[in-house]
């Protein structure tokens, strides 16, 4: 077994602080209202997506994490578990380190992500694997440094970017109240032409409802009246990241949070265990593509943008 790498743990100090000063009302109530789970395991059919190792597009390398912005909240959103491991570990683990209290949300219930040659599919099968994902979930954010992770228990390999989904995003925006917001494209990438995890269309679904949530609804009080009459006030997100994206204009660093990255992957045993040393290798070799054009041993790449 690997060695366990860093860490902290799940609603540290951190967490507790900026829960305390940016929620408007009670966080585990808004999540119960919509039948969220932030303390329950999970796990999905993700054939996963490997963050994309198309070109930074020769742009300038900005990086806000460093220094820009003083430490504030950053929510994940993306289809399932593991997702955000491929896409931002590196990112998010270096922003928590950095103080940022990040929390992911997974939209599905990963109830999908058994065995390629599985013959019993049923609803008990499915509720183990969701229990194993769930689990594998929460041990990888604590790698990485995350505040919590919150299950939206969507069914997977099912989602559809819909106004009921777009509406519990809203909710958790309004909640949480993020500057920053990283999710899945939801566009189609189709460089390089084996990154077939990308066209997962749980990926793209979850993509469009997070960017959709975040523009205009979470900051509209016109959108979802509903919301507002409960409280939640409207909350304008500042930066974007969007993971597997056409065109890239963010490069991080992530030279110092790669083992990091590696190790919450290794986490995800019920996906990647069999085939790990092939992963890590991949996962390496991207990191270093994604960093050499800028002069870094290794990066994770984005479309960024300011609102
Ligand atoms: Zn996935």
Known sequence: MPATVVGQPLSGNRCQ???????????????????????????????????????????????????KDKPGIAL?????????????????????????????VVCTDASGGGSDDATDVGLSARQAIT?????????????????DVIF???????????????????????????????????????KPNYAIGRHHPDHLAAGTAAIAAMYPAAQ????????????????KVRELFVMGAP??????????????????LREHHSQLGANFVEVEKRIREFAQKNGEAHGLAAAEIFNRAEH
């Not at 939206?152 to 989904?165: A, N, V, Y």
């Open 220 to 235: 509209n009080p016109w959108d979802f009246p509903d919301l507002l009459a409960e409280g939640l006030k409207p909350h």
């Open 152 to 190: 939206l228990d969507q069914p997977d390999g099912l989602l559809m970017p819909t106004l009921e989904l777009r509406k519990m995003l809203v909710r958790l925006i309004r909640t949480i109240r993020p500057t920053r917001l990283i999710c899945q494209s939801p566009d189609r990438n189709w």
């Open 76 to 104: 994940v959103v993306v289809a399932h578990p593991d997702d955000a491991e491929f896409g931002c570990a590196g990112t998010v683990a270096k922003w928590a380190r950095e103080g940022w209290a990040i929390y992911l």
């Open 17 to 67: 602080v900026s829960r305390a000063k940016r929620r408007p009302t009670g966080f585990h109530e808004a999540l119960i209202i919509c039948g969220m789970q932030s303390d329950t395991p999970s796990s999905p059919n993700s054939p996963n997506s490997p963050n994309s190792p198309n070109s930074p597009n020769d742009r300038p390398v900005e990086n806000p994490a460093d220094g």
């Open 247 to 264: 065109e890239v204009n963010q490069v991080v660093d992530i030279t110092d949070t790669l083992a990091l990255k590696i190790a919450a």
């Open 131 to 147: 229990a194993t994902r769930k689990a594998e979930q929460h041990a990888a954010a604590r790698i990485l440094g995350l505040c």
